[in-house]
């Protein structure tokens, strides 16, 4: 029998060779190690600008990048949140204020008025 400790616990989740990156600058950046990112759980990362990601990736192995910053409160908390889906779009709901921002295109599923920003991201 599966328990929620073995979804979450990192021997659960399937080990993923390679470097996440992320293009920012017009370059691809090296952001940490593949094996890092766990299914439901994100990983903030300080660009070279100044600006933060979060990085996700989802049980189907496919890796996200928005903004960390939640644009309703100004912190640095986005890779805290809470990772689910609606339909086959996932989100992840802001650990303050449970606005939920689109995985894929950084908008606000709560506030179509808002959105942060994303990254193309890709695992070598």
């Known amino acids: 029998m599966t328990t929620m400790t073995d979804l979450l616990s990192p021997a659960a989740a399937p080990s993923v060779p390679g470097t996440v990156e992320l293009h920012v600058g017009g370059r691809w950046l090296a952001v940490c190690a593949a094996e890092a990112l766990l299914p439901g759980r ?3 990362a300080l660009l070279p600008d100044g600006r933060q990601a979060a990085l996700f990736r989802d049980r189907a192995g496919r890796t ?3 903004g ?3 644009p309703f409160t100004g912190a640095g908390v986005l890779s805290h949140g809470l990772v689910g889906a609606v339909g086959d779009r996932p989100y992840v709901a802001s650990p303050l204020l449970k606005q939920r921002f689109d995985l894929v295109d950084g908008r606000c599923l709560d506030d179509e008025a808002v959105a942060v920003a994303t990254y193309p991201v890709r695992v070598r």
């Open 68 to 70: 960390n910053v939640d």
């Open 64 to 66: 996200y990048a928005i």
């Open 42 to 44: 994100g990983v903030a």
